[in-house]
């Protein structure tokens, strides 16, 4: 029945949504033109790319912890490594686009929540290298790969944050003056999902971007999206049905945009 309900807001979503074509808002023109539909090649793809390829064929077994499933629910697995890059890591476009939205932006701080095996934190940190990059994790060995990850593209300047995102997260806002680029993933629950934007919301400010995750995962994740959609402090929303970008552009007229990709 899951798959059924996604496939049909798939299909809904790609008769609906647009191209660059009939956008009349000059700045989501220019996102879509110059941005999201930037297929062009670069170097720093291959890199990263390689590093997955590398984690597609690890077959060492560690122990998952995994939070999602409420913030007292502890479910431990072995999963193998190679599992867990083919099953849980961003696919390529939409990590390539993270990267994109970041460099042109040019973020002065990041906040990713679930870091996985750290290749999206790799695309995000390389878009801007003088960005402080905080990526939170709740599984410690997940985590610890990650670090490897890390150390084998010699990038040190990742701050990993190990734990439970509602004990993590309020801190690393706290740290931060204002919120230039959130990447909320990991957690795909409506009830955790409002927590993380609402505790974003005081410190966001007019170049700010959230974007969250598997907004069409389950029924309550699209409600979720709703509620953010219609929240006074939201200006613009593009919905890429994988993912949704949430905008605070002042004097912007309050719009909501389906764009295929």
């Given at each position: ?37 930037d297929y ?146 990991g957690n ?21 971007l959230l ?51």
């Amino acid at each position: 029945m899951l798959n059924f309900r996604f496939a049909k807001d798939y299909l809904l979503h790609r008769i609906r949504g647009k191209s660059r074509h009939g956008l009349h808002s000059p700045f989501v023109y220019r996102l879509v033109d110059e941005v999201i539909y930037d297929y062009k090649y670069k170097d720093i793809y291959n890199e990263i790319e390689s590093i997955r390829t590398g984690l597609l064929s690890d077959n060492q077994v560690i122990t998952v912890t995994d939070l999602g499933a409420g913030s007292h629910v502890n479910n431990n697995k072995q999963k193998k490594i190679s599992d867990i890059a083919r099953n849980a890591l961003k696919p390529p476009k939409l990590a390539q686009l993270l990267y994109r939205l970041v460099q042109d932006l040019q973020s002065r701080n990041i906040i990713e929540l679930g870091t996985c095996l750290g290749t999206t934190s790799l695309y995000l940190q390389n878009a801007a290298p003088n960005a402080q990059l905080f990526t939170l994790e709740g599984c410690p060995e997940t985590a610890g790969v990650a670090k490897d990850v890390f150390d084998k593209a010699d990038i040190n300047s990742i701050k990993q944050v190990i734990g439970n995102f509602d004990d993590t997260l309020p801190g690393v806002i706290d740290g931060l003056d204002q919120l230039d680029f959130v990447f909320v993933d990991g957690n795909h629950q409506k009830d955790a999902t409002l927590k993380y934007f609402e505790w974003c919301l005081p410190k966001v400010h007019e170049n700010t971007l959230l974007i969250f995750d598997d907004i069409y995962w389950s029924e309550g994740m699209k409600e979720a999206w709703e509620i953010i959609k219609a929240n006074p402090q939201v200006t613009v929303t593009v919905d890429l049905f994988w993912i949704g970008l949430v905008y605070f552009k002042r004097g912007q007229v309050k719009e909501d945009f389906l764009i295929k990709i």
